[in-house]
């Protein structure tokens, strides 16, 4: 989305111009790159760096875990399913041009209807008919669901028509995004605290699994993730990680990276020269392999990475500040208890397939949701709430067999996945990490403390590469540029 798009491109604008190296012109390409993680940030960077740099490049992915981080799937049922990001935003022109270029399909989409749980009872249910809903949101918030749209909307363009990226960064609407809740910034904007209640806190805690306290950046981005036209890859959102590592011609190595440390190397031809030797572990054992280039494409935050750094010429920390929120993705296949969300009407006369839920303590989950495997087979039919089927409960926390028995009548599997996903989002929202953390080494997670989703991932990736090719070639006219934002526009 354009919003995402503009982040990162302040920060790369304001980072590279920062930390230009000045080291000798280079003209020979480089010889070996690293890539620290296999999620879609990682292999997006693999395959951006292949076409940045060419086919002679040697590229390594190390990922001691499953390709796809998190984008993952479980087995339920005798069918995949999503356990990791779900859907695909509209405007996500990059996996878009991923699964056009890999050659694989979208899946099947099946009609959905909303609902929002309040703790107690749904207080908000949606209709067949697309007037009857607007009708009732009218009626309860006036028109602030269509401002919503329209101050989402108006974000966006605010970020993308400034004249100088690197001015925006200290802009009072960039400031006031991130050093304000997104709370407070929409009351600032004239909505009702009711609608907040009701529709805002629901979107947010289905996204991020968190509230409208979160930076007002994140909060936008959340919101405009709500739009119509959400969809998904057949076979599991996973696969374009895989397929952007088999079009790369990378080497998948299967360890965990411990240490990268910077070294200098003399030369007989030209002056000394620096190379980064990765430490990592594997089931073979330790072993370590030296690059001209390293990317790190996961997250360097407590509970997320214990990878060390040596040798740089300012210290690099191995952790930056700031949590990852702990979520859990739990599939349950089982007969869900419409009687819990206090539906009175017969089971049949329930035909809601997302419940999203208000923030309040009696609240066990952030989202309930009717899911689908991540292929469709011939003549599948999503089966009506009074069978038995694969239900996605997002929860702070595991749910006991005390949950289970109030949520379901019956169940006869159940799979649940603690997720690390997105950083803790506050107001004021610290600074976000360098993307160029040595002369050579990028760290491409950076941006997803401005918000978190699969296109922040790729833009990055795209991003990372274009400036670590200009950096390599002493291109420094394309780095920073006043222009940049009108040229790139259309590029991103």
């Known amino acids: 989305m354009m919003l995402m798009r503009a982040f990162l491109l302040l920060g790369i604008c304001h980072y590279a111009n920062r930390s230009l190296a000045s080291s000798p012109e280079l003209h020979r390409p480089p010889t070996n790159i690293a890539v620290v993680g296999a999620g879609i940030g990682g292999t997006a960077a693999a395959f951006y760096l292949r076409q940045e740099f060419g086919p002679t490049v040697k590229i390594d992915v190390f990922e001691p875990n499953d390709v796809g981080g998190r984008l993952a799937t479980v087995q339920m049922a005798n069918q995949e399913y999503e356990t990791g990001g779900v859907v695909i935003h509209p405007l996500n022109l990059h996996m878009k041009h991923f699964v056009d270029k890999l050659g694989i399909p979208s899946r099947k989409d099946f009609p959905s209807k909303k609902a929002v749980f309040d703790g107690s009872e749904l207080t908000f249910e949606e209709s067949d008919w697309f007037m009857v809903n607007f009708l ?19 974000v966006m363009d605010k970020f993308m028509s400034v004249e100088r990226l690197l001015h925006a960064m200290g802009g009072d609407d960039f400031l006031s995004l991130m050093n304000h809740s997104l709370e407070e910034n929409m ?14 806190a629901p979107l947010t805690r289905q ?28 076979g599991g959102n996973k696969r374009v990680c895989s397929g952007l590592l088999y079009h790369s011609k990378s080497e998948l190595i299967r360890a965990r990276v411990t240490n990268v440390s910077f070294k200098l190397r003399p030369s007989k031809t030209v002056a000394t020269t620096g190379f980064y030797e990765v430490n990592y572990v594997g089931d073979t054992g330790a072993g370590h392999s030296m690059y001209d280039i390293v990317v790190i494409a996961t997250p360097l935050h407590p509970g997320k990475s214990d990878i ?67 292929h469709i087979p011939p003549g ?3 089966p009506p709430v009074s069978h038995s089927k694969v239900w996605k409960v997002f929860s702070p926390r595991a749910l006991d067999q005390e949950d289970l028995r109030r949520l379901f009548l019956s169940w ?19 600074p976000t990490p360098p993307f ?19 296109e922040m991932s790729a833009i990055s990736a795209r991003n990372v590469a274009l400036l670590a090719h200009h950096r390599w070639h002493q291109q420094t006219g394309r780095i920073d540029q006043e ?8 590029e991103l």
Do not use: C
Not at 142 to 154: D, H, P
Not at 415 to 427: E, H, I, K
Not at 437 to 454: I, P, T
């Open 136 to 154: 009732r949101m009218l009626w309860r918030y006036g028109l602030n669901y269509l401002f919503m749209q329209i101050w989402v909307e108006s």
């Open 187 to 200: 009351r600032a904007e004239g909505f009702t605290q009711v609608f907040l209640n009701d529709v805002v």
């Open 207 to 234: 996204t991020y699994g968190q509230s409208v306290r979160i930076s007002g950046l994140a909060g936008a981005v959340s919101l405009a993730g709500a739009d119509s036209g959400l969809w998904a890859v057949d």
């Open 308 to 374: 060390s750094f040596s040798g740089l010429s300012s210290p690099v920390a191995s952790q930056f500040p700031g949590i990852y929120h702990q979520v859990f993705s739990i599939l349950v296949h089982g007969v869900l208890n419409t009687s819990y969300l206090g539906f009175t009407r017969p089971t049949s006369e329930f035909t809601v397939s997302e419940v999203l839920t208000a923030d309040s303590k009696d609240n066990v989950m952030y989202s309930l949701t009717s899911v689908d495997p991540v």
């Open 380 to 382: 599948y039919s999503r």
């Open 412 to 430: 006869d599997s159940v799979s649940q996945t603690p997720w690390l996903a997105y950083p803790a989002y506050r107001s004021p929202q610290r």
């Open 436 to 454: 160029i953390l040595h002369s050579k080494l990028y760290y491409l997670s950076a941006v997803e403390w401005a918000a978190s989703s699969m």
């Open 483 to 490: 222009d940049l934002h009108t040229r790139l526009r259309g």
